[in-house]
């Protein structure tokens, strides 16, 4: 156990964490690189690039602490953000990323997009997991 914890719910945090982290620097930059951005023939402007950063990271520091602090909602919170990701980060591979020069390899994204969120969902499938959050 770490910290009181089975390891595979540390692995959750530290997960949501590096999740949060990315979001975070996804806001950041967009801020930091607004006049750069601005000029570039993207189909949104940088002002989407912030937002979706400052929501995504602030959902994912909420499912953060309530892995923490050991919550019923994290099981729940865990699942809907893995699977909401998912299709925001497919919607907006369709949608808003069109650009011609964009690199695609669409087997290994989708394939990698699938066995993450299986991961999320196997992660919350041990007796010791449930126990944890109370289930």
Request: charged letters at 10%.
């Amino acid at each position: 156990m770490i910290f009181n914890r089975p390891w595979i719910v540390f692995v959750q945090f530290v997960s949501g964490l590096l999740f949060a982290f990315a979001a975070w620097i996804r806001f950041a930059e967009a801020l930091i690189l607004w006049d750069f951005l601005k000029d570039l023939p993207l189909a949104v402007s940088p002002l989407y690039q912030a937002v979706s950063g400052l929501i995504w990271g602030s959902a994912g520091l909420a499912v953060c602490f309530w892995v923490w602090q050991r919550s019923s909602k994290a099981p729940g919170a865990l699942r809907i953000l893995s699977v909401t990701f998912a299709l925001y980060y497919w919607t907006n591979q369709f949608l808003v990323m069109t650009s011609e020069i964009r690199q695609t390899n669409w087997v290994f994204t989708g394939s990698v997009t699938v066995i993450l969120v299986l991961l999320v969902f196997l992660s919350l499938k041990p007796a010791v997991v449930k126990d944890f959050y109370g289930e």
